[in-house]
């Protein structure tokens, strides 16, 4: 298998350009977050490494741009079909290197699954327009053209649904794609997709992965800015590193799409069935650890369910299973490295010495951590208003949907919100009130499906996923025809 050697027992995977997996001078090592073992060694791959693969890219861009829409719809759909086949063992490699459990590594392939068979049809969607033109006989349109070379920076949380969306739209519009995979999860978030991609019969060049080093994203990243073929950014992960690369996209002028966290809020009022409230609360705060960027970080809950609500919730957090995300009964995994694990130490920690109380949770057993509940928090704690990836939830008592409404709006992130209520006109009415990128009526904070436009307001970037990406993708000309 030329995609991976074997090294004193260990696997040790290659990165992937212009259709061939290059030797490489040096590797590194990813951990498995639950044993924190070495889980396998991968291409630490330098600037050279990354101008290689945008030169590939580059090199396959006319003749992917000029393929059928019918031929790329067809190499879509066998991708599906390869995602399928290699289900069970993917599963393990999400789990072992990213953490995740079970059911949230097959809950990702299905989503895969739908985007690779959606994303046939997009294909057929770029269209244009005729205009009307002044001067007689002249065929005045509006045609959409793929921008060229795309680099996508892809995470490690949702590692392998995220990597794939970060380039099935830009691949749908036309564009040849450089993933640059995080350094967490290089196998999950980038290999994965360039093997599939491979396995389904694209053609050499259209997708290519450059897997690095911790530290060395910013020498990989400043071959993107400073190569003139590479035409977009598009990038999903943190707000302090989205900043910085957008700045930088700003000088190259180059177009960037930035999918980032959240703080997403929760609202349930009191005439809802709190046993669902309850369910939803638990799902929407502790899904993946709390390491998603939709997971519900403040539930607001009005003051007459207020106790019963949080005794419930604790009840259910306390009753959620821990540990191997391999066993398939594990709803709590690990989080994804140490570091993580400190830092969520340290917010819960300056929440406490702040006046905060810990309902349940609040300690870690190695890199799992338990689901934790925090009431009587302060505004001024970070655990307040910043995003933190970890299975930590607050509860707030509201006395109204107004109340509840303004604290929900405080943040200025704005990617997801819940209301849960007995009365869907009301939460239709409330939902028009919030400022974030999706309101969902009771229904989760985090809930996916490929067809919606997925995507932040305010801080939590700009962009949308699917089929509402593809402008994002191309650029739209002016094609003016004098047939007189
Ligand atoms: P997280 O903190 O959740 O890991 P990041 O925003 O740090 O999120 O990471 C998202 C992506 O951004 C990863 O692919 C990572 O390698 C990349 N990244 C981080 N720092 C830089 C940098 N200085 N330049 C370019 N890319 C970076």
Redesign the pocket.
């Known amino acids: 298998d030329p995609r991976r050697v074997t090294v004193f027992g260990m696997t040790e995977h290659r990165h992937h350009r212009g259709g061939e997996w290059p030797e490489h001078s040096a590797a590194f090592e990813v951990h498995d977050p639950y044993t924190g073992e070495v889980f396998a060694t991968v291409a630490a791959c330098d600037q050279n490494d990354a101008r290689l693969a945008v030169e590939a890219a580059a090199e396959a861009f006319p003749a992917w741009a000029e393929l059928s829409a019918e031929d790329k719809a067809t190499l879509f759909l066998r991708a599906a079909d390869v995602v399928e086949r290699r289900r069970a063992e993917i599963a393990e490699t999400l789990a072992r290197e990213t953490g995740c459990t079970i059911f949230f590594a097959n809950f990702q392939q299905d989503l895969v699954k739908q985007e690779l068979r959606q994303a046939a049809n997009w294909v057929y969607l770029p269209k244009g327009e005729i205009l009307q033109s002044n001067v007689p006989g002249t065929y005045s349109t509006a045609v959409r053209r793929p921008l060229g070379v795309v680099a996508s ?5 949702g590692a392998n649904v995220l990597a794939w969306r970060a380039v099935l739209s830009p691949l749908a519009a036309g564009n040849t794609v450089v993933v ?5 999860a290089p196998i999950s ?1 980038g290999l994965i997709v360039a093997e599939i991609a491979e396995e389904a019969g694209f053609p050499p060049g259209v997708v290519n992965v450059v897997t ?1 080093a911790p530290g060395e ?2 020498a ?2 400043d071959e993107f800015f400073a190569n003139p073929t590479v035409r977009c950014v598009n ?4 707000v ?3 900043r ?2 957008a700045e930088r996209a700003g000088r190259a002028l180059k177009r960037s799409v930035m999918e980032l966290g959240g703080y997403n809020p929760m609202i349930v009022l009191d005439d809802v069935d709190l046993d669902y409230a309850v369910r939803t609360g638990a799902f929407s705060a502790f899904f993946h650890q709390g390491q998603i960027c939709m997971n519900a970080r403040k539930i607001l809950v009005q003051r007459g369910i207020y106790s019963e609500f949080v005794e419930r919730l604790a009840e259910r957090a306390r009753s959620l299973p821990m540990g191997d995300p391999k066993d398939p009964a594990t709803i709590i995994g690990p989080l994804i490295t140490p570091d993580a694990v400190a830092t969520v130490h340290a917010r819960v920690a300056e929440a406490v010495s702040a006046g905060a109380r810990i309902v349940t949770g609040g300690r870690s057993d190695g890199q799992v951590f338990e689901p934790t509940i925090l009431v009587d928090v302060p505004d001024s704690c970070t655990m307040s208003y910043e995003e933190t ?1 970890g299975p930590v939830v607050i509860v707030q008592p509201v006395d109204s949907a107004d109340e509840a409404v303004e604290i929900a709006n405080r943040p200025l992130y704005g990617l997801t919100s819940a209301i849960l209520t007995g009365d869907t006109y009301r939460g239709f009415e409330l939902a028009g009130r919030i400022k974030c990128g999706a309101v969902h009526v009771n229904i989760p904070t985090i809930d996916d499906e490929i067809q919606a436009p997925i995507g932040g307001v305010r801080d939590s970037g700009w962009g949308r996923t699917g089929p509402y990406s593809l402008h994002d993708f191309s650029d739209l000309i002016w094609v003016n025809v004098q047939s007189g």
């Not at 920076?153 to 949380?157: A, G």
């Not at 640059?180 to 967490?184: D, I, R, T, V």
């Not at 990038?235 to 943190?238: C, E, L, N, T, V």
Request: hydrophobic fraction near 50%; glycine fraction near 4%.
């Open positions: 920076f892809t995470p490690w949380n640059k995979p995080s350094e967490l978030a690095h994203a910013k990989i990243a990038f999903i992960g943190s302090k590193t989205a910085m690369l990836f």
